[in-house]
């Protein structure tokens, strides 16, 4: 019956070119993690990292240290925080480090970003849902990005209308912060959220920059204690996360792969940020940005209704794919312990050093 289960699941994940699905059947390995702290920040040694989830050195992106096991693979580089995970981009916290030709990865990224796309695990508040909270960004006189292509409060509640339509269909719930075009609040759309048990929550905007920006990039809320270029405060000491940080992360990559994959779009990444209807949310949640209104090519594609259907199609299976997987896979407590490091398995901090 186990196996099963775990079938179904990677059939279910397919659409991650094959690679989210394959973790559940792969084994894990028990180590021992050095941490050492460079800069103020916890950093772990990128070989202990290879071998906790016994990848090796493949081939993969050009410019790129590659290591995988089957269908994984992990691309990153000395100096950056953009790494890819099965060919999809994320943006970590802090950027991968250096010392005495030895790379490093801040304890942080492999709690909070790594391991839970690898890994993808949740906690028994958060593994029935039943609710989906859509948020069409913007709205009466906010009209969000404006160009001669589109208006993006219009965008996106058309896009949000059309998710809404599909997931009921499905047997979800829904709530709509807003279904027709007028104003709300950023902590009023935050406060329609947390009213509702066994929830997710998406907000779909679209973007704006110069004439030559383009992509797709999908955010969720920074883990505790980081910054974001997208913050209100460049502050640590006091920027909260919030007890979700493995289920955004998941949600995130379940909408945002599916979203890359059928429009063809530049991935911009899933990113980290404080959006403050980000901020305050006690449910599992994301901001999507489906492209660029101020784009020529994108902002025209943007305004049809063709293309509108091809993202409430990839956000639907980006919802169904994970509410399916908090239901089947295990659920776990919250980590409470004061170790720098705990992946929720196997790992063991022996020693910390500063330099």
Sequence with gaps: MLNLLLRLIVLLLLPLAAGWGSVYAAGETTGTWEVEVLDGERYVKVDDLVKFYRFKPVKGRSGFLNYGAGNRVLSLRSGKQDIYINNYHFVLSFPIREQAERLYISATDVKKLIDPVLRPRFSPENANITTVILDAG?????????????????????????????????????????????????????????KYPNSLFVSIHHNSGGSHATGIETFTLAPHGTTSPFARTRRTEDLQGNNQDSENIALATAVHSRAIKATGAIDRGI?????????????????????????????????????????????????????????????????????????????????????
């Design 138 to 194: 913007h709205g009466g006189h906010d009209k969000g990005a404006v160009s001669s292509y589109a208006i993006e409060k219009d965008c996106n509640l058309a896009v949000a209308l059309k998710v809404r339509d599909r997931l009921l269909k499905r047997g979800f719930k829904v709530v709509m912060t807003r279904d027709s075009d007028y104003f709300l609040t950023l902590q009023q759309r935050v406060a329609i959220a947390n």
């Design 271 to 355: 990113q980290r940020a404080r959006f403050s209807v980000l901020c305050t949310i006690r449910r599992p949640a994301i901001l999507f940005e489906g492209g660029f209104v101020s784009s020529p090519t994108e902002g025209a594609r943007i305004s049809t209704d063709a293309y509108r259907n091809t993202l409430a199609d990839c956000i639907t299976q980006g919802i169904c794919a994970y509410a399916n997987l908090a239901r089947g896979k295990r659920t776990v407590r919250r980590y409470t312990g004061s170790a720098p490091l705990n992946t929720g398995s196997g790992g063991r901090l022996i020693n910390t050093r500063k330099r």
